[in-house]
């Protein structure tokens, strides 16, 4: 069992930047590379960003300049740092675990094991 809590997000105008964190526990952490997806209204849930443990990260493409994804192993805690937000960054962001410890590149929620309970990030035009 692993269990993710977010935090972060709210309201941002345009241009601005928010940080989410997620804290993840459990005795089987490290069998688990971590990831961000998110969920915009009326749309799926699409993949954002991943980092293994062992310092692997992968972004989507649509991300990639202006979103850091860092991990904590110390703390097992994942951070997405997101910068020049765009309002089509508005959406529900949800930090999830896969078992794997390699880094994949393909990320389909149907891979992910566990999910965080999301949390908002609205981005304001």
């Known amino acids: 069992q692993v269990q993710l809590v977010e935090s972060g997000g709210g309201l941002m105008q345009a241009g601005g930047s928010l940080r989410l964190s997620c804290a993840a526990s459990?005795?089987?952490?490290?069998?688990?590379?971590m990831g961000w997806f998110r969920q915009a209204p009326g749309k799926e849930r699409e993949f954002v960003a991943a980092?293994?443990?062992?310092?692997?990260?992968y972004y989507v493409d649509s991300v990639k300049g202006r979103f850091t994804i860092s991990g904590d192993s110390a703390k097992n805690t994942v951070s997405l740092q997101m910068n020049s937000l765009k309002p089509e960054d508005t959406a529900v962001y949800y930090c999830?675990?896969?078992?794997?410890?390699?880094?994949?590149?393909?990320?389909?929620?149907?891979?992910?094991?566990?999910w965080g309970q999301g949390t908002q990030v609205t981005v304001s035009s």
């Open positions: 459990g005795r089987t952490v490290r069998s688990y590379t």
């Open positions: 999830a675990a896969r078992r794997t410890i390699t880094i994949p590149t393909n990320w389909r929620s149907k891979d992910i094991d566990y």
């Open positions: 980092i293994s443990w062992s310092g692997g990260i």
